[in-house]
């Protein structure tokens, strides 16, 4: 039997994996980095400033400074590091309300993984009730979040997926389940010839609207409310559809793919801007995102094969696969329409 003296301490370090989770969780919900911008403070100042009981908070920073967090200087004042700008709210690619969510609805469900494993289905809808997206529906500081985070992956991203793909010969992009918009307008202004068109339920592109006349672009981008299960928008040259069919399971996502294709003229490109699964034992980031699929959404990251057969089953073939591993091991899958 293989020995290693280091084994207990690295699974004890895995195992208070959720202490971290959860500390980064409540500086991010109390807006610490936010009042870290101007300078450093003091716990007793930070306290007063969030309504926290100042020796517990004193502890939680403490902590959060031995991981590189937050820094402590030798008067006890507490300042931002380059993780903790991360939290910063209203920047690009801002990471605080992806830590909230992870320590709130995403954290509870994780709970019961064991129930997932055990019979395959959604632990999200056995902890809450209710489907995920349902369930933000009726919930809209949650929706907020969740529309945040996908705001700043978004954002964190689009550099990456511009440089790795060429935008340049479409005249029409068609961004579907876009969300708020950062993809659509970071691609925008990189091709000022272009015009697009975010589609999404309703509810989240009255937000749309609002990101987009804030970025110049109310203009070139139409926002279109609707239901990708029932049709979208055509006339596209490129539809995009980023983070969307990890969200759903196979036949459901055809729907998706099959509705893009009727919209589609020949010749048309969709592009997944996904997580390919590698078929061997190599690490990746997918494999654990795949079980973060299954206790939310009982769905799944997939592997290029699986892809394969979703494209095939929707009338696209599949062109190619670029990697972008800088944007979280993402990959852009190509489509064609013929």
């Known amino acids: 039997m293989d020995t290693d003296d280091t084994a207990p301490a690295t699974l004890s370090e895995m195992l208070r994996g959720y202490w971290i989770t959860q500390i980064i969780y409540v ?19 930070l306290a007063i400033s969030t309504g926290t009981h100042a020796p517990s908070l004193y502890r939680l920073l403490r ?99 511009i440089a790795a793909y060429d935008f340049s010969w479409a005249k029409t992009i068609v961004d579907v389940g876009g969300g708020h918009g950062a993809l659509i307008a970071s691609i925008l202004n990189a091709n000022p010839h272009a015009h697009g068109i975010l589609f999404d339920v309703p509810q ?78 190599e690490p990746s980031l997918s494999k654990l995102y795949d079980l973060h699929m299954l206790v939310l959404l009982g769905s799944r990251e997939r592997t290029k094969p699986q892809y394969q057969a979703l494209l095939d089953a929707a009338g696209f073939k599949l062109t190619t696969i670029i990697p972008i591993p800088q944007v979280s091991e993402r990959s852009i899958i190509e489509g064609m329409r013929v």
């Not at 500086?27 to 100042?45: C, F, Q």
């Not at 609805?105 to 056995?126: C, M, P």
Request: with cysteine.
């Open 63 to 161: 902590a959060l400074a031995i991981i590189g967090v937050f820094e402590q200087d030798e008067k006890g004042s507490f300042s931002l590091t380059a993780i903790s700008r991360c939290l910063v709210s209203n920047i690009p690619g801002s990471m605080r309300a992806r830590a909230i969510a992870n320590g709130e609805e995403w954290y509870r469900a994780w709970g019961d993984l064991l129930y997932s494993v055990k019979t395959g289905q959604k632990a999200f809808d056995y902890v809450f009730g209710m489907p995920f997206f349902q369930y933000l529906a009726q919930n809209t500081p949650a929706s907020e979040i969740f529309n945040e985070t996908m705001t700043g992956s978004s954002e964190q991203g689009a550099a990456a997926i």
């Open 27 to 45: 500086v991010a919900k109390l807006g610490i980095a936010d009042l870290l911008e101007g300078g450093p403070r003091m716990s007793d100042e």
């Open 204 to 281: 989240v592109t009255e937000g749309a609207r609002a990101h987009l006349v804030a970025a110049g672009l109310a203009e070139r981008c139409e926002v279109v409310g609707g239901d990708f299960f029932q049709a979208v928008p055509s006339g596209g040259d490129i539809y995009l559809l980023s983070w969307i069919i990890h969200d759903w399971d196979d036949e459901r996502s055809v729907t998706i793919l099959k509705n893009c294709y009727q919209a589609m003229a020949s010749g048309a490109r969709l592009l997944l801007i996904e997580r390919v699964v590698p078929h061997d034992n």
